[in-house]
Nanobody, 124 residues
Framework: QVQLVESGGGLVQSGGSLRLSCAAS????????MGWFRQAPGKEREFVTA????????VYADSVRGRFTISRDNAKNTVYLQMNSLRPEGAAVYYC?????????????????WGQGTQVTVSS
């Protein structure tokens, strides 16, 4: 069975940076999409960014475009989320999502697999 394991969360001051990693095991996701979502207390889980596994096409939420960067290492079956210029409103549990629908990359329900989530805390 496919497993997604996240790492890299932690505490950072406003304006700082973190890099999250998501390692996939069990199978590859060629011709599909890997994504990152986040969920703050009292909020719905929201789309952050996604990348096509083979083609490298990326999509970003307006709230993070220009500050966050998604990338992947196909040989390692790993997806990364580089987060720069973090803001307090960026504090949330961040989730890695796998095997998403290619044409519905911003929709939570289109992803088949999910990581356990990693906490990102941003202090003012």
């Amino acid at each position: 069975q496919v497993q997604l394991v996240e790492s890299g969360g932690g505490l950072v001051q406003s304006g700082g940076s973190l890099r999250l990693s998501c390692a996939a095991s069990g199978r590859t996701f060629s011709s599909s999409v890997m994504g990152w979502f986040r969920q703050a207390p009292g909020k719905e889980r929201e789309f952050v960014t996604a990348i096509h596994w083979t083609g490298g096409r990326t999509v970003y939420a307006d709230s993070v475009r220009g500050r966050f960067t998604i990338s992947r290492d196909n040989a390692k079956n790993t997806v990364y989320l580089q987060m720069n210029s973090l803001r307090p409103e960026g504090a949330a549990v961040y989730y890695c999502a796998g095997d998403g629908n290619i044409v519905l990359v911003t929709t939570t329900s289109s992803y088949k697999y999910w990581g356990q989530g990693t906490q990102v805390t941003v202090s003012s």
